[in-house]
């Protein structure tokens, strides 16, 4: 009998969902079988968004998923449209370069939130602005 062998851990680190899950305020402990589900919950969300994103991507003759292609898989799957469609970044429109994009400064995240490129800096000092 061939059985296909399925694998006990997770692909994702679970140190680092941890930490992310951590992130929220409002959740002090958790629990190691919690931990389980919510990494192979984000794996399998992965997996079906990366397959969608190949369908479009290969409706479309491409080779290679870009933005839209994720947009458009997104946009066909209702469920995931609803909380998702706004998280992700508008298409590209054409940029006038009048000023070196090193000049211009990120708006600030709205107050309250933190932007996860934060997270994964290692080794940064954060920076002051009181100084």
């Given at each position: 009998m061939a059985e296909e062998e399925t694998s006990t851990r997770p692909e994702f680190p679970l140190g680092r969902v941890k930490k992310i899950m951590k992130l929220d305020k409002d959740i002090n402990k958790i629990n190691s079988e919690a931990l389980h589900v919510i990494t192979y919950s984000t794996e399998l969300f992965l997996h079906f968004l990366a397959e969608k994103s190949a369908v479009v991507t290969a409706e479309k003759k491409r080779k290679t998923v870009n933005l839209d292609h994720l947009r458009t898989a997104v946009k066909r799957h209702q469920p995931t449209s609803d909380f998702l469609l706004d998280s992700l970044p508008l298409p590209a429109q054409p940029v006038k370069h009048t000023k070196s994009v090193s000049d211009k400064k990120a708006p600030?995240?709205?107050?309250g939130?933190?932007?996860?490129?934060?997270?994964?800096s290692k080794g940064k000092a954060k920076i002051d602005d009181s100084a």
């Amino acid at each position: 009998m061939a059985e296909e062998e399925t694998s006990t851990r997770p692909e994702f680190p679970l140190g680092r969902v941890k930490k992310i899950m951590k992130l929220d305020k409002d959740i002090n402990k958790i629990n190691s079988e919690a931990l389980h589900v919510i990494t192979y919950s984000t794996e399998l969300f992965l997996h079906f968004l990366a397959e969608k994103s190949a369908v479009v991507t290969a409706e479309k003759k491409r080779k290679t998923v870009n933005l839209d292609h994720l947009r458009t898989a997104v946009k066909r799957h209702q469920p995931t449209s609803d909380f998702l469609l706004d998280s992700l970044p508008l298409p590209a429109q054409p940029v006038k370069h009048t000023k070196s994009v090193s000049d211009k400064k990120a708006p600030p995240p709205p107050i309250g939130t933190r932007r996860i490129d934060d997270f994964f800096s290692k080794g940064k000092a954060k920076i002051d602005d009181s100084a």
